[in-house]
């Protein structure tokens, strides 16, 4: 099991030859899904559109929403590498040339996974992929596009030509057995120049939407460490519910990787879940409404009923304007003593702060240390520099940590660091900007993690 580099292949075309490589076992197949990593210094990704195919028959499927914050129109497409002879002797160039683009995503980002082994699951026929890309019109700026309709992305499946402006951000690869009604998962990525922005969540769930149509059952991967909290957002256990002599002797277990799955609902709109969720939580709230009077107020000037003489503490609470009519009684407000918590450990809590970290899908810069190699210059810029993982050793050895706030000063100087080294520019993409931002966020809305109880 190798690590994901978020990065992209680079201008210079590879050649490919086909002829030498040949499918995979039927009982070899491997899976490797999708990681983070650290800090990368290589270009990002473009791929440019794809030339008329010679082939033009296609079924075009429903639109499906989008996510409000993702920031440019989408489409995506189903590719597989089809021979000639199944083919009726056509040769279709727009998914070859598909294919590669995704190849070489896949390879940047799996750079311990040897390039031949990941071409042959793409290019091998028994395998599909599902690419998804981003449609950008050259005319229009960077902020102009932002303000384009991003609520529908269309499927382009067996179109016989790519749309103006298209580039292949990521994608999914992936075999399925049809009497098994199961399907491996073997890669899944997206170009670092897109994280953080909600991809990966849209791409897994068009792809469940075409494995349910497909008859697909259960989705299996193997994840290694980092991408274990992407998968279970994404619905995947690790417990295993389906049936092992369904796919024992099909897939090949890898060490250090965790086995999960995914049990997929064929009536269930994968790319619609968010929307669904609004329309019961807005009915929910209607009825509740309905009988409730939380939403009605009441003016009280703050002070006691005069001709009132009861010095009940919770009979005086029932004369507020409200509380009556709330329907709260006197044994309601009997006042309870909370039960006396044993301190927490300070290690512990720390730890669970740095793990908590740990499984956000914008924490890829900080897992470890910077290599200097992919980011040269940076201990000449960074003076201090400071990583997830040297905070856990800290914090392990006991001697730096005394408080919750202390480990927060860190965490602080870790977004400082990551903005001085990838200052914030307009004009460009900084997926390392964002991901700082991100992290800041994140301290904002967890607050109460840091407050000191020990």
Known sequence: ????????????????DDSSISPPPLSSTNSTSVSTSPISSLPPSHVAPAPPSQSSTSEQSPVSELPEHVPAPLCFTMVQNKVGAENGGVIDDLSLMRLVALKN??????????????ARLVMDPKHRSLALMSVKDSKDSKDSSAKLPLTKILDLTGQPTAPPGSTIIGGICYRSYPEQRFAEIAFCAISANQQVRGFGSVLMNLCKMQGAKEGIEYFITYADNY????????????????PRGRYYGLIKDYDGGTMMECHLQSNIPYTSIKAMLKVQQDFVYEKV??????????????EEDPESTTRVKEQRYLQIPGIKEAGWTAADLVTV??????????????????????????????????????????????????????????????????????????????????????PYDPNAENPYWDTAVALEQFLVRNEFLFMDTV
């Not at 995503?105 to 990941?118: A, D, G, V």
């Not at 409404?289 to 703050?302: F, I």
């Open 1 to 16: 099991m190798s690590e994901v580099e978020d990065c992209a292949p680079t201008a210079k075309k590879q050649k490919i």
């Open 105 to 118: 995503i896949f390879s940047r980002q799996l750079p311990k996974m040897p390039r031949e082994y990941i």
């Open 227 to 242: 991408a274990v909290g992407y998968f279970k957002k994404l619905g995947f256990s690790k417990v295993i519910s389906m």
């Open 289 to 302: 409404c309905e009988t409730a009077l939380s939403h009605k107020t009441y003016e009280w000037n703050g």
């Open 337 to 422: 003593k909370a039960p006396q918590q044993k301190p927490q450990n300070v290690k512990t809590a720390l730890l669970q702060i740095i793990r908590k970290i740990k499984d956000q899908a914008w924490s890829w810069p900080y897992v470890c240390a910077v290599d200097k190699n992919d980011a040269p210059g940076y201990y000449d810029v960074i003076k201090n520099p400071i990583d997830l993982q040297t905070m856990e050793q800290r914090v392990r050895k006991g001697t730096h940590y005394n408080s919750k706030m202390a480990l927060k000063n860190d965490i602080l100087l870790m977004t400082q660091n990551c903005k001085t080294f990838n």
